[in-house]
């Protein structure tokens, strides 16, 4: 299964978990008058809105490239998941801090609350089947690193905005059934308030992680630092090349893009050494199927010289 092919499986997960988890905290808000559960509602309604933008990124980075945009349209998936985490930002956390304090400005009583837990219950079972989704799909790419590591080093900036988007949605569920639980128990409808401040911080939270990775991305990042090594490996094992100068990637959404500069073995003549470089860029290419760029230049492999002190 190809990168993009589980990515757009995870979006779909996520789209079809959140449009029926949405539905069912509504309802519950509205027969509740919980703010912790309209807070989750609202949450789940803007996870919805956020993975047709990343499907909408996904299908815009396929278009082919133009003299415009010779090297494609790769990068726009960024964009949108830039805007996905402002929305998580905005609509998703910020609304629910004010709801939050507007309940403790003027609190009312919750209704209905056993239906409640049982809504919150089933919404942990279908986001847990959209984060298992979200992990399958990322699975060859994160091997043994942990998830932290991966969140750090991922080009893939759909998978990880859908599996922080999954991760948030699942801490916000235990924290409304937790405000929840201790409002029927207690009686006291500040700590729904509460609950639902307490996911709306974490919402920001969450949104925060996400673009700062993503603002990584749109800057330029190179490919992955495992990318980098098995090129950089290939590249310096192959025969018409007798060491690299210098090697750098350049991540473009799902496709790289490499340029080399390298000291060739002694060539025959100047047609030679132009024929086998092609030679190396075609291996390179097929066993790489993501590089869809590479850029070859020989040379000399003379020491540059030290930049003058100033």
Not at 33 to 52: P, R
Not at 240 to 246: A, C, F, G, L, S
Not at 248 to 257: P, R
């Amino acid at each position: 299964m190809s990168k993009n092919s589980g990515s757009l499986k995870a979006v779909f997960y996520a789209l079809g978990a959140n449009g029926g988890i949405a539905l069912a905290k509504a309802v519950a808000a509205f027969f509740t008058g919980s703010g912790a559960m309209l807070a989750e509602a609202l949450h789940s309604f803007a996870d919805c809105g956020n993975q047709v933008l990343l499907l909408v990124g996904m299908q815009q980075a396929k278009k082919l490239p133009t003299p415009d945009h010779p090297m494609g349209y790769g990068r726009v998936v960024y964009f949108w998941s830039m805007m996905v985490g402002v929305l998580l930002f905005s609509i998703g956390g910020l609304f629910s801090v004010w709801h939050g304090v507007q309940s403790l400005q003027h609190p009312e009583p919750v209704k209905y609350l056993l239906p409640s837990l049982g809504v919150l219950l089933v919404a942990v079972v279908l986001e847990g089947i959209s984060l298992r989704g979200a992990l399958k799909a990322l699975a060859v790419e994160r091997g043994e690193k942990s998830l932290w590591r991966w969140f750090r080093e991922t080009r893939q900036s759909e998978l990880l905005v859908i599996t922080g988007e999954d991760i948030a949605a699942l801490a916000g569920l235990a924290l409304a059934f937790v405000a929840l639980a201790l409002t029927g128990l207690t009686g006291n409808p500040v700590f729904d308030a509460l609950g639902s401040i307490a996911v709306g911080l974490l919402l920001m939270g969450v949104s925060f992680a996400v673009t700062t990775e993503v603002k990584s991305l749109i800057t330029g990042e190179s490919a992955s630092p495992e990318m980098r090594s098995a090129i950089t490996e290939f590249v310096a094992s192959q025969p018409e090349v007798e060491r690299i100068v210098n090697l750098i990637t350049f991540q473009l959404g799902d496709k790289i893009a490499v340029a080399v500069k390298a000291k060739m073995v002694p060539m025959a003549s100047a047609d030679a050494l132009v024929s086998a470089i092609d030679e190396v860029e075609e291996r390179l290419q097929a066993h790489f199927p993501n590089l869809h760029w590479s850029f070859f230049e020989p040379d000399a492999g003379k020491p540059r010289p030290e930049p003058a002190a100033l």
